[in-house]
């Protein structure tokens, strides 16, 4: 249910990332209103049997493709945008990762609302957020995103995120 709001979650990192998240806090604040709503909205309709016609419907799973959609296109061209415009091999390399991460996490997390579209789409959700994840945690731990090296005492942390993340996906 909480699902529409992974993508402001994501594009603000994608915009901390890049160094745009102030000169672009109209855009996010926007994201988290529109996918914050629709979040809300799908968990109304999960909790109340009343509100199943606005979330549990192809018009909803459309909205919900094409929101998700622009939000990717977004995340996507800042990540090529900044790859294209960093000198440093090392930070080139880091935003090459974050975009395999959300092409996992956009081609598999995609299936998920195809199925509701077309039943015999296979759920792949899952195996998106735990590819995306995994790279997440490569770019944190051993490619340095921070600055320094966090794999000791970051573990339970990471595991701690990466749970939310797994959790709040479902």
Known sequence: ACQPLLNALALHFVLTFVGRRRALARLLYA?????GTMAVLAAASLLFPSLHHVALTDAWA????????????????FLWLHRARVQRADERFRTQV??????????????????????AAPRL?????????MLLAFVVLRARLFGHDLTTGSVPILFVVTSVAVVAYV
């Open 31 to 35: 994201s988290y209103a529109v996918f």
């Open 62 to 77: 459309m909205l919900h493709l094409g929101m998700s959609a622009f939000a990717v296109a977004l995340i996507w061209t």
């Open 98 to 119: 974050l975009l395999y991460a959300f092409v996992a996490w956009a081609v598999f997390g995609v299936t998920e609302t195809l199925a509701v579209l077309t039943p």
């Open 125 to 133: 959700g899952m195996v998106g957020a735990l590819i995306s994840n």
